[in-house]
């Protein structure tokens, strides 16, 4: 089967509207009560048309936060190697005291990155009061580096505390407020929850790589190292991690990849839900399954109307007697195999018959 097309299902549904016209404007088609009908024609055609995607998960603590439209597992890769590289340039120019400060900043993350992890930072400008003072951000993380620099572009001291993961207190002994203060504050990367896609490639020597790309930053892994998985619904049959004895392991649990090691980042590749990056449903668009999804919805609306009263019993039979021919011509479509199929079939074949006549006496 060719690369899969697919539309959501209110394109589908604009299609049913357009030859059920007159029940439209009537207000009888209710599109809550046909998206069940479309979930059901997925399920039936298999995870063939579910689309495929990849994503670059990082481990945290022995624990990898899965994408929420994960459902099948292809492969997976422990990612090693790592550069980045800056995806945007800046378009203006520094002061000198702009540039000791991005220079003390970039020094402090390359500490961050000998440890084998990726920073977040955060910028907040308020006013720094005597006592405590709350600074609310959004890093998930205790363990952080934070500067602050006054109005005049001075370093600034203080005494900081983190109360939480996502609290910052700087405790200042002035006797009066700091005005416009603005405060750096820097982060280990919390669990990656796989809104980035990454890429498998080739690099110019030929060498597959893995990139993605995340706050201005491209990330590419060189070294490529494979991992075993052990079997679970979660997991494909035809995963290349199955079986497979490798000092890296991992299981699917609970949405989680849970590993034996504490911190790292993993590629993924993976059969997703039928939902595109907002959530709507999707279907397969081919001439040959569109009639499948069409006449199928149509049967439940003229169901519907027909248990409520309405005279459609000719149009309900003829319909049923459509989507029956439809539903075999889909079936028949996509569970035709491709070449790649034909050739494992082929394989298995020839294998079994070496072992039958030619190594039947191998103990």
């Given at each position: 089967m060719t690369e899969v097309q697919y539309r959501n299902f209110d394109e589908l549904l604009e299609s049913i509207k357009i030859d059920m016209r007159h029940f439209d404007l009537e207000g009888m088609i209710d599109p809550q009560q046909l998206i069940k009908v479309a979930i059901r024609i997925n399920y039936e055609l298999g995870l063939k048309v579910n689309p495929s995607r990849s994503k670059a998960?990082?481990?945290?603590?022995?624990?990898?936060?899965?994408?929420?439209?994960?459902?099948?597992?292809?492969?997976?890769?422990?990612?090693?190697?790592?550069?980045?590289?800056?995806?945007?340039?800046?378009?203006?120019?520094?002061?000198?005291?702009?540039?000791?400060?991005?220079?003390?900043?970039?020094?402090?993350?390359?500490?961050?990155?000998?440890?084998?992890?990726?920073?977040?930072?955060?910028?907040?400008?308020?006013?720094?009061?005597?006592?405590?003072?709350?600074?609310?951000?959004?890093?998930?993380?205790?363990?952080?580096?934070?500067?602050?620099?006054?109005?005049?572009?001075?370093?600034?001291?203080?005494?900081?505390?983190?109360?939480?993961?996502?609290?910052l207190q700087i405790i200042s002994e002035a006797s009066q407020d700091v005005l416009n203060c603005k405060i750096i504050i820097m982060a280990s990367r919390p669990v990656f929850t796989g809104v980035n896609t990454a890429e498998l490639v080739q690099d110019q020597d030929g060498k597959h790589v893995v990139t993605y790309n995340t706050a201005g930053r491209r990330h590419v892994y060189r070294t490529l190292i494979p991992m075993s998985i052990e079997k679970s619904k979660s997991v494909s049959p035809d995963c290349l991690n199955l079986n497979r004895h490798e000092w890296h392991k991992a299981v699917i649990k609970n949405g989680f990849l849970v590993t034996n090691f504490d911190e790292g980042v993993i590629y993924i590749n993976y059969q997703s839900l039928m939902e595109?990056?907002?959530?709507?449903?999707?279907?397969?668009?081919?001439?040959?399954?569109?009639?499948?999804?069409?006449?199928?919805?149509?049967?439940?609306?003229?169901?519907?109307?027909?248990?409520?009263?309405?005279?459609?019993?000719?149009?309900?039979?003829?319909?049923?007697?459509?989507?029956?021919?439809?539903?075999?011509?889909?079936?028949?479509?996509?569970?035709?195999?491709?070449?790649?199929?034909?050739?494992?079939?082929?394989?298995?074949?020839?294998?079994?018959?070496?072992?039958?006549?030619?190594?039947?006496?191998?103990?």
């Open positions: 998960i990082e481990v945290h603590k022995g624990k990898a936060k899965l994408p929420n439209d994960f459902y099948v597992l292809n492969f997976a890769l422990v990612c090693d190697g790592h550069n980045v590289h800056d995806t945007q340039h800046p378009d203006h120019t520094k002061t000198y005291t702009e540039g000791l400060l991005e220079g003390a900043t970039m020094g402090q993350q390359s500490a961050f990155y000998a440890l084998g992890n990726i920073v977040h930072q955060q910028t907040i400008i308020r006013t720094i009061n005597p006592g405590v003072n709350n600074i609310p951000h959004t890093l998930n993380s205790q363990n952080l580096i934070v500067q602050v620099i006054g109005p005049g572009s001075e370093m600034l001291a203080f005494n900081i505390l983190t109360p939480t993961d996502s609290l595109d990056d907002e959530g709507n449903l999707l279907v397969m668009d081919h001439p040959l399954v569109n009639e499948f999804y069409e006449y199928a919805l149509k049967q439940r609306i003229y169901e519907n109307l027909y248990m409520s009263g309405e005279n459609v019993m000719n149009f309900l039979q003829l319909v049923e007697q459509r989507l029956r021919a439809a539903r075999n011509n889909a079936l028949s479509f996509v569970n035709t195999p491709d070449f790649r199929e034909l050739k494992q079939v082929w394989e298995m074949n020839r294998k079994a018959q070496y072992h039958n006549y030619y190594n039947m006496f191998k103990s």
